[in-house]
C-alpha cells in the first residue's frame, strides 16, 4: 500500500534573519513586582537589554536549583519585561507577536490585561488595537518559570524568541490565515480569510503573483471581487493557478518561489503578504519506504532540543545556521524538534538549507512527567496551542509531518485512544496535507491506547531496534518510522579500552549495569556505551539501512543539550547523547554517520595518539569511497582491513609506540585519502580558529572561535586542559564559551574556560557599531594568542 501525503505546493513564512526593530530596547527585572503592569510605573532602574533573552543561561550551575540537573542545573524565577514604544496617530490596527516566551506568560499594555499562555513554546499574538494611542505606549510582560521542575530538559527563562510590532490595514488578511495547496502537475489551491473592521462595506479583489528565484513572474491569479460587509471577520475565499516547468524543492536542491497576496480595492493595495514557496511531493511505501519527489529518500535524521549551547535558549539566527551546517556535513537530511514547537527561523533555515522537519507539539497530555509541566494546563490550552502550531507551520515546504506527542503516557490506558482521536482531528481540520504521528515507547500494538485509536497515519517508535525486522509481523500493512533511535552516550575525546565489548548504562537489569562511572565523569568515545532503552549507533543503523521498508530514523540526538545529563549525576549538567557535543565540536560518532550518509570521500582515525609505552591501543576507522584501509606506525605497515557486508568501521589492537599513525584509505589499490595521527608535546601555544572572520553588524553575528593547544609541531595535545582568558576590544563581545565538557560547572558566561581535551570555544558577538574586533586568548605559561575579526554591511 502506498500512502500518499503532502503531494502539494507549500507556502513559506518569511523570517526575518535579524532583530525587528521592537526588539529593542527593553526593560528588564528578575523577582516579581505586582506593580510593573502599570504603564507609569518607574523602571528607569532596570537592566536595558535586546531581545530574545535568556535570563537563566547567565547564572551559575548548582545542584541545589529547583529545575535540577534534569532542567540544566540552572536558575529560573519569574521576571518582568517592559517596552516603552511611540505609535503615530493611525488608523490601523496593531497587533504584537510573541514567538515565544518560557513560561507562564501574562502580557499587558497601558495597564489592559491582555491575557495568559503557559505553554512556553508556541507563538501568540495579541490584536492590542482598542488599548493603544497616539503618543507614548507601555507593553508589560511578566515571565513566571518559578514552579519547578517542569521539564525535563533545560528551557530557559524569559521572553527567549522574537517580538513584532504589526501594523495592519482595517482591510486585511487574517493573521496566518493563508493556505496553499497543491500537485505535482503545478495546479496551486490558495485558500484563506479576510476581515472588515472599519464600519463601511468594502468590495475587494485579492491577487496572488508567484516570481521565480530570479524574480520573473510566473504566474498570477485574482479571485472575484468579493463584498465584505462593515465588521466581517473570517469572509474565506478560494483561488487557483497553473504553475508550468516547475522547479521542486529537494534535500539537494531547496529551490524556492516567491508569492504575493495582495488584497486591492481598485488600483489601490490596501494589505500585502510577501512568502515563499517550495514545491515538493512525498509518500511512504510499507514496502519500500520513503519518496521524496518519487525518489527513494532514506530519513537520516536527529533529534533536537532548543537550547545553543552557551547562548542559552536565546533565538540566533546564526547559531541555529551553524548547528544545522555541521549537521549537513555529516548527511543529516531531516530534524525531529524535540519535543515541542520550534522557533520560527529554525523552519527558515530549514527550507533554505534543504532539511525534511518534524514539528512536534507536546511532551506530555494529561498525564505528567514532572510535577510542574505542562499537565495541568493541557486540558484548557491543548487545542489552542495544536492550532497555533499548526497554522504558523503548515506552509513551511520543510515541514513534512506533525508529532502530536512524545512518549505519552497515555500509552498505557484507554484514555489515549480519545485523545489521540481528538488531537489528529484538530490537527487535520487544519491541514490534512501531512501525515500525523505520536513517538510511541510501547512498541507492542496490543498494548499501546494511543496506536489502537487508530487515528495515526504512521508507525513512529521510539528504540525496541530488535523488533525492526519483525515489524510487519507486528504492523501488517503499516509504514514503519523510527522517530527516536540509539541513545548512545559519549564524552569527546575520551576513550576506555577494550573498544570490542559494549554495554548498557544505566541498565535495565543488574547483570548489565556499570555501578560506577570514571572519576571525571567521562563516558567512552567509542561507539560502546548506551542506556538500557536504545542501542549504540552501529547496532541501530545496520538494521536501518538494510531494509527498504524501514523508512529512516531520528538520532537522539544531534547535539549534547543542557540537562538530562544521564548516566551521571551532579556535577554532570548537561547530556552525553550528542554527535555533536555542547560546543559544536563533533563526537567520533558523526563520521561514522559521515562515511555512511554521504558520498564525498571521506576517512577518520582515532584515537589520539598519546598513551603510556607497550599499552594496547583500540583504532579504529571510519571511511566509505574505498575498497580497505592499510595502517602504518611510524611508517611500519600493521595491516589491511576491510569492512564486511555488516561492518561500519574498521579496527586494529596496536601496542603504542610514540611517533605517527597514519591510515591510508584505497580503492582498486588507488590511495583515496590519508590520515595522520601524531604524538604530541607538551602545550607550546594556542591556535585560534573562527569559523567566519566576516560577520554583520547590528544583529547579532556570531563567529565561533576554536581555541586549540598545541604543541611546538602544532599537533593538538589530546589531554591539554590549559585555562584560557578570552578578551576583546572593539565593537564586540564574548556571548559564551564552553569546551564540550559536561561536567563543567563554570557559568557558560565566564569569559575564562579550561580547554577539554585540548580545544575550547569562545562566541564572538557583533554589536551595533561596525569595525574591527580583536579576539586574544591568554593562558599562563603559553603566549598570547590574537585573531582579527571585522563587522560591517
Given at each position: 500500500?502506498?500512502?500518499?501525503?503532502?503531494?502539494?505546493?507549500?507556502?513559506?513564512?518569511?523570517?526575518?534573519?535579524?532583530?525587528s526593530?521592537f526588539?529593542?530596547?527593553?526593560?528588564?527585572?528578575?523577582?516579581?513586582?505586582?506593580?510593573?503592569?502599570?504603564?507609569?510605573?518607574?523602571?528607569?532602574?532596570?537592566?536595558?537589554?535586546?531581545?530574545?533573552?535568556?535570563?537563566?543561561?547567565?547564572?551559575?550551575?548548582?545542584?541545589?536549583?529547583?529545575?535540577?540537573?534534569?532542567?540544566?542545573?540552572?536558575?529560573a524565577?519569574?521576571?518582568?519585561?517592559?517596552?516603552?514604544?511611540?505609535?503615530?496617530?493611525?488608523?490601523?490596527?496593531?497587533?504584537?507577536?510573541?514567538?515565544?516566551?518560557?513560561?507562564?506568560?501574562?502580557?499587558?499594555?497601558?495597564?489592559?490585561?491582555?491575557?495568559?499562555?503557559?505553554?512556553?513554546?508556541?507563538?501568540?499574538?495579541?490584536?492590542?488595537?482598542?488599548?493603544?494611542?497616539?503618543?507614548?505606549?507601555?507593553?508589560?510582560?511578566?515571565?513566571?518559570?518559578?514552579?519547578?521542575?517542569?521539564?525535563?530538559?533545560?528551557?530557559?527563562?524569559?521572553?527567549?524568541?522574537?517580538?513584532?510590532?504589526v501594523?495592519?490595514?482595517?482591510?486585511?488578511?487574517?493573521?496566518?490565515?493563508?493556505?496553499?495547496?497543491?500537485?505535482?502537475?503545478?495546479?496551486?489551491?490558495?485558500?484563506?480569510a479576510?476581515?472588515?473592521?472599519?464600519?463601511?462595506?468594502?468590495?475587494?479583489?485579492?491577487?496572488?503573483?508567484?516570481?521565480?528565484?530570479?524574480g520573473r513572474?510566473?504566474?498570477?491569479?485574482?479571485?472575484?471581487?468579493?463584498?465584505?460587509?462593515?465588521?466581517?471577520?473570517?469572509?474565506?475565499?478560494?483561488?487557483?493557478?497553473?504553475?508550468?516547468?516547475?522547479?521542486?524543492?529537494?534535500?539537494?536542491?531547496?529551490?524556492?518561489?516567491?508569492?504575493?497576496?495582495?488584497?486591492?480595492?481598485?488600483?489601490?493595495?490596501?494589505?500585502?503578504?510577501?512568502?515563499?514557496?517550495?514545491?515538493?511531493?512525498?509518500?511512504?511505501?510499507?514496502?519500500?519506504?520513503?519518496?521524496?519527489?518519487?525518489?527513494?529518500?532514506?530519513?537520516?535524521?536527529?533529534?533536537?532540543?532548543?537550547?545553543?549551547?552557551?547562548?542559552?535558549?536565546?533565538?540566533?539566527?546564526?547559531?541555529?545556521?551553524?548547528?544545522?551546517?555541521?549537521?549537513?556535513?555529516?548527511?543529516?537530511?531531516?530534524?525531529?524538534?524535540?519535543?515541542?514547537?520550534?522557533?520560527?527561523?529554525?523552519?527558515e533555515?530549514?527550507d533554505?538549507?534543504?532539511?525534511l522537519?518534524?514539528?512536534?507539539?507536546?511532551?506530555?497530555?494529561?498525564?505528567?512527567?514532572?510535577?510542574?509541566d505542562?499537565?495541568?494546563?493541557?486540558?484548557?490550552?491543548?487545542?489552542?496551542?495544536?492550532?497555533?502550531m499548526?497554522?504558523?507551520?503548515?506552509?513551511?515546504?520543510?515541514?513534512?509531518?506533525?508529532?502530536?506527542?512524545?512518549?505519552?503516557r497515555?500509552?498505557?490506558?484507554?484514555?489515549g485512544?480519545?485523545?489521540?482521536r481528538?488531537?489528529?482531528?484538530?490537527?487535520?481540520?487544519?491541514?490534512?496535507?501531512?501525515?500525523?504521528?505520536?513517538?510511541?515507547?510501547?512498541?507492542?500494538?496490543?498494548?499501546?491506547f494511543?496506536?489502537?485509536?487508530?487515528?495515526?497515519?504512521l508507525?513512529?517508535?521510539?528504540?525496541?531496534?530488535?523488533?525492526?525486522?519483525?515489524?510487519?509481523?507486528?504492523?501488517?500493512?503499516?509504514?514503519?518510522?523510527?522517530?527516536?533511535?540509539m541513545?548512545?552516550?559519549?564524552?569527546?575525546?575520551?576513550?576506555?579500552?577494550?573498544?570490542?565489548?559494549?554495554?548498557?548504562?544505566?541498565?535495565?537489569?543488574?547483570?548489565?549495569?556499570?555501578?560506577?562511572?570514571?572519576?571525571?565523569?567521562?563516558?567512552?568515545?567509542?561507539?560502546?556505551?548506551?542506556?538500557?532503552?536504545?542501542?549504540?549507533?552501529?547496532?541501530?543503523?545496520?538494521?536501518?539501512?538494510?531494509?527498504?521498508?524501514?523508512?529512516?530514523?531520528?538520532?537522539?540526538?544531534?547535539?549534547?543539550?543542557?540537562?538530562?545529563?544521564?548516566?551521571?549525576?551532579?556535577?554532570?549538567?548537561?547530556?552525553?547523547?550528542?554527535?555533536?557535543?555542547?560546543?559544536?565540536?563533533p563526537?567520533?560518532?558523526?563520521?561514522m554517520?559521515?562515511?555512511?550518509?554521504?558520498?564525498?570521500?571521506?576517512?577518520?582515525?582515532?584515537?589520539?595518539?598519546?598513551?603510556?609505552?607497550?599499552?594496547?591501543?583500540?583504532?579504529?576507522?571510519?571511511?566509505?569511497?574505498?575498497?580497505?584501509?592499510?595502517l602504518?606506525l611510524?611508517?611500519?605497515?600493521?595491516?589491511?582491513?576491510?569492512?564486511?557486508?555488516?561492518?561500519?568501521?574498521?579496527?586494529?589492537?596496536?601496542?603504542?609506540?610514540?611517533?605517527?599513525?597514519k591510515?591510508?584509505?584505497?580503492?582498486?589499490?588507488?590511495?583515496?585519502?590519508?590520515?595522520?595521527?601524531?604524538?604530541?608535546?607538551?602545550?607550546?601555544?594556542?591556535?585560534?580558529?573562527?569559523?567566519?572572520?566576516?560577520?554583520?553588524?547590528?544583529?547579532?553575528?556570531?563567529?565561533?572561535?576554536?581555541?586549540?593547544?598545541?604543541?611546538?609541531?602544532?599537533?593538538?595535545?589530546?589531554?591539554?586542559?590549559?585555562?584560557?582568558?578570552?578578551t576583546?576590544?572593539?565593537?564586540?563581545?564574548?556571548?559564551?564559551?564552553?569546551?564540550?565538557?559536561?561536567?563543567?560547572?563554570?557559568?557558560?558566561?565566564?569569559?575564562?574556560?579550561?580547554?577539554w581535551?585540548?580545544?575550547?570555544?569562545?562566541?564572538?558577538?557583533?554589536?551595533?557599531?561596525?569595525?574591527?574586533?580583536?579576539?586574544?586568548?591568554?593562558?599562563?605559561?603559553?603566549?598570547?594568542?590574537?585573531?582579527?575579526?571585522?563587522?560591517?554591511?
Open positions: 500500500m502506498r500512502y500518499l501525503f503532502g503531494l502539494m505546493l507549500l507556502l513559506g513564512v518569511q523570517v526575518s534573519l535579524a532583530q526593530a526588539d529593542r530596547d527593553w526593560r528588564f527585572r528578575l523577582g516579581d513586582d505586582s506593580l510593573a503592569s502599570r504603564p507609569d510605573y518607574k523602571d528607569a532602574g532596570w537592566r536595558k537589554l535586546d531581545l530574545p533573552h535568556d535570563w537563566s543561561i547567565a547564572g551559575d550551575f548548582s545542584p541545589t536549583h529547583p529545575a535540577t540537573t534534569q532542567g540544566g542545573a540552572l536558575p524565577g519569574i521576571g518582568w519585561y517592559r517596552k516603552t514604544f511611540r505609535l503615530p496617530a493611525t488608523d490601523k490596527d496593531v497587533r504584537v507577536e510573541f514567538d515565544g516566551i518560557y513560561r507562564d506568560s501574562e502580557v499587558w499594555i497601558n495597564g489592559h490585561y491582555l491575557g495568559k499562555r503557559p505553554n512556553g513554546y508556541v507563538s501568540f499574538a495579541y490584536d492590542i488595537t482598542p488599548y493603544t494611542k497616539a503618543g507614548v505606549n507601555v507593553l508589560a510582560v511578566k515571565v513566571d518559570n518559578s514552579r519547578q521542575p517542569n521539564s525535563r530538559w533545560y528551557s530557559g527563562s524569559g521572553i527567549y524568541r522574537h517580538v513584532r510590532l501594523m495592519k490595514p482595517k482591510v486585511a488578511f487574517a493573521h496566518q490565515s493563508i493556505f496553499i495547496r497543491g500537485n505535482a502537475a503545478g495546479e496551486m489551491y490558495i485558500t484563506g479576510l476581515h472588515n473592521h472599519t464600519a463601511k462595506a468594502a468590495r475587494i479583489t485579492v491577487l496572488h503573483k508567484l516570481y521565480d528565484a530570479s513572474l510566473v504566474q498570477q491569479a485574482a479571485v472575484t471581487p468579493l463584498q465584505l460587509n462593515a465588521g466581517d471577520t473570517g469572509v474565506t475565499f478560494a483561488a487557483d493557478m497553473s504553475v508550468d516547468r516547475l522547479h521542486l524543492w529537494s534535500i539537494e536542491d531547496p529551490y524556492r518561489y516567491r508569492v504575493v497576496s495582495e488584497i486591492r480595492q481598485g488600483s489601490a493595495v490596501l494589505d500585502s503578504v510577501v512568502t515563499f514557496t517550495g514545491i515538493r511531493s512525498f509518500y511512504f511505501d510499507e514496502n519500500r519506504g520513503f519518496f521524496l519527489n518519487n525518489v527513494s529518500t532514506k530519513i537520516k535524521g536527529v533529534c533536537l532540543h532548543h537550547d545553543l549551547g552557551a547562548l542559552g535558549a536565546a533565538v540566533n539566527i546564526r547559531a541555529i545556521e551553524r548547528q544545522l551546517e555541521i549537521l549537513k556535513a555529516m548527511g543529516c537530511n531531516a530534524i525531529r524538534t524535540a519535543h515541542n514547537p520550534p522557533a520560527p527561523e529554525l523552519l533555515l530549514c533554505r538549507m534543504g532539511f522537519v518534524m514539528v512536534e507539539a507536546f511532551d506530555m497530555w494529561r498525564k505528567k512527567k514532572n510535577k510542574f505542562y499537565y495541568a494546563d493541557f486540558d484548557a490550552w491543548h487545542r489552542q496551542d495544536l492550532i497555533d499548526v497554522k504558523r507551520d503548515r506552509n513551511h515546504p520543510s515541514v513534512f509531518m506533525w508529532s502530536i506527542g512524545n512518549e505519552i497515555e500509552q498505557f490506558d484507554s484514555s485512544i480519545r485523545l489521540t481528538e488531537l489528529v482531528s484538530i490537527v487535520k481540520a487544519v491541514d490534512s496535507t501531512r501525515p500525523v504521528i505520536c513517538a510511541l515507547s510501547e512498541w507492542n500494538p496490543e498494548k499501546n494511543i496506536w489502537k485509536s487508530g487515528a495515526l497515519d508507525v513512529a517508535l521510539n528504540y525496541h531496534h530488535e523488533v525492526y525486522e519483525d515489524f510487519h509481523k507486528h504492523y501488517p500493512g503499516q509504514v514503519f518510522l523510527g522517530s527516536e533511535q541513545s548512545a552516550f559519549a564524552t569527546r575525546g575520551h576513550y576506555d579500552m577494550p573498544a570490542d565489548s559494549s554495554y548498557f548504562w544505566p541498565a535495565k537489569s543488574p547483570q548489565k549495569i556499570v555501578e560506577k562511572g570514571n572519576p571525571d565523569y567521562t563516558v567512552s568515545a567509542y561507539d560502546q556505551v548506551s542506556a538500557y532503552w536504545g542501542s549504540t549507533h552501529e547496532a541501530t543503523w545496520k538494521l536501518i539501512r538494510k531494509h527498504a521498508f524501514l523508512s529512516g530514523l531520528f538520532v537522539w540526538s544531534g547535539f549534547d543539550f543542557l540537562g538530562e545529563p544521564i548516566p551521571y549525576p551532579w556535577p554532570a549538567r548537561s547530556s552525553y547523547y550528542g554527535i555533536v557535543d555542547l560546543a559544536g565540536f563526537k567520533d560518532a558523526y563520521y554517520y559521515q562515511s555512511e550518509w554521504t558520498s564525498k570521500p571521506m576517512l577518520h582515525l582515532f584515537p589520539h595518539w598519546n598513551w603510556q609505552p607497550g599499552q594496547v591501543v583500540d583504532v579504529w576507522a571510519y571511511y566509505n569511497q574505498a575498497d580497505e584501509v592499510e602504518f611510524n611508517g611500519r605497515s600493521l595491516g589491511v582491513q576491510r569492512k564486511g557486508a555488516d561492518d561500519l568501521h574498521v579496527a586494529w589492537k596496536v601496542p603504542f609506540a610514540p611517533g605517527a599513525l591510515a591510508v584509505s584505497k580503492r582498486n589499490g588507488k590511495v583515496v585519502l590519508e590520515k595522520t595521527i601524531y604524538t604530541a608535546g607538551t602545550p607550546a601555544r594556542i591556535i585560534l580558529t573562527p569559523d567566519r572572520a566576516k560577520l554583520k553588524a547590528r544583529v547579532r553575528d556570531l563567529s565561533f572561535v576554536t581555541a586549540t593547544v598545541v604543541d611546538a609541531a602544532g599537533h593538538l595535545v589530546p589531554d591539554a586542559d590549559n585555562r584560557l582568558q578570552f576583546i576590544e572593539g565593537p564586540g563581545s564574548i556571548a559564551g564559551t564552553d569546551n564540550g565538557y559536561q561536567a563543567d560547572t563554570v557559568s557558560l558566561k565566564n569569559t575564562a574556560r579550561k580547554c581535551k585540548g580545544m575550547a570555544l569562545a562566541i564572538v558577538q557583533t554589536g551595533d557599531r561596525k569595525g574591527v574586533i580583536r579576539l586574544k586568548a591568554t593562558s599562563p605559561g603559553l603566549p598570547a594568542a590574537s585573531l582579527t575579526l571585522t563587522s560591517g554591511e
